[in-house]
C-alpha cells in the first residue's frame, strides 16, 4: 500500500495531480478543498508531499489502483470518516470535498443539511444520512485551519490554471490558450468555477 509520495508535479487538472518520482509519473488525486491550498506546502522547485490514501477500485472488466493525496494526516483521518457513511465511496467524496473541510464539519455538527447538499453529488437524503452518521463525532477536524478566511470562495489564480491544463491537453498552445482564458474573464468577470470558465471559452470560440 502507498501511504505516502513525494516527488515534483509535471502537470496539474482539475481534480487530480501527476507527480514525476525518479521518471515514474503517479496520477494523484485530489478533493478540490485540498487543491486550492498546494501552493502552500509545494516547495520552490515544483516538489510536494502529500498523505495518500490508496484504494482499488473494481469494475466488471478491470480492477484500478487510485490514489487520493492530502496534505497532512488529520484530512485523510476526515476522510476515512465521511466515507463511512452508507453510500459515499472514495470517488464520491472526491467530488463532494470542494469546500474547506472546518465548515463540512460544521454543516454536519449544527445538521445544516441545506450547506451539505450544496456539495457536488450529495442530495437531500444522503445530507441526512452524513448528519445522523457523523454528528458531534468530528471535533478535531472542525479545528482544521483551512478556511482561512475564503468563505466559499475559489481562487481565480486556481480556476485560470486548471482551465489552462485542460486547454493545453485539448492540444492548443498555451500562448492561445493564455489570451482565450483572459479574454473569457474580462467577458465575465464573476465565474467562480473551472467548467464556468471553459464555457465561456468555448462561448467566445463559437461567436468568431
Known amino acids: ?7 515534483k508535479i509535471t502537470e496539474k487538472g482539475p481534480n487530480f495531480l501527476l507527480i514525476d518520482i525518479n521518471g515514474i509519473y503517479y496520477k494523484v488525486f ?5 487543491m486550492q491550498r498546494l501552493d502552500e506546502s ?6 510536494i508531499n502529500l498523505i ?11 480492477s484500478t489502483p487510485v490514489l487520493i493525496g492530502f496534505l497532512n494526516e488529520v484530512e485523510k483521518e476526515f476522510f476515512e470518516s465521511f466515507i463511512t457513511v452508507s453510500g459515499i465511496g472514495p470517488r464520491a467524496a472526491l467530488k463532494a470535498l470542494n469546500k474547506p473541510i472546518s465548515q463540512v464539519v460544521r454543516a454536519i455538527d449544527e445538521a445544516d ?11 437531500q437524503q ?8 457523523l454528528q458531534n463525532k468530528l471535533g478535531k477536524f472542525g479545528l482544521i485551519q483551512d478556511d ?22 485539448l492540444e492548443y498552445k498555451k500562448s492561445e490558450a493564455c489570451l482565450m482564458i483572459k479574454k473569457a474573464l474580462e467577458r465575465s468577470a464573476n465565474i467562480q468555477t473551472t467548467e464556468g470558465l471553459l464555457n465561456e471559452v468555448y462561448k467566445q470560440r463559437k461567436t468568431k
Not at 485530489?30 to 485540498?34: K, Q, S
Not at 444522503?126 to 452518521?133: F, L
Open 30 to 34: 485530489v478533493p478540490v478543498t485540498v
Open 126 to 133: 444522503r445530507a441526512k444520512e452524513i448528519v445522523a452518521k
Open 113 to 123: 443539511t441545506d450547506f451539505l447538499q450544496s456539495l457536488p453529488g450529495i442530495g
Open 52 to 62: 495518500t490514501y490508496h484504494y482499488l477500485q473494481v469494475e466488471p472488466s478491470k
Open 148 to 169: 482561512r478566511g475564503k468563505e466559499h470562495k475559489t481562487k481565480t489564480i486556481d480556476i485560470e490554471e486548471e482551465a489552462l491544463a485542460v486547454l493545453m491537453q
Open 1 to 7: 500500500m502507498i501511504a505516502r509520495i513525494c516527488g
Open 42 to 47: 509545494m516547495a520552490g522547485d515544483g516538489r
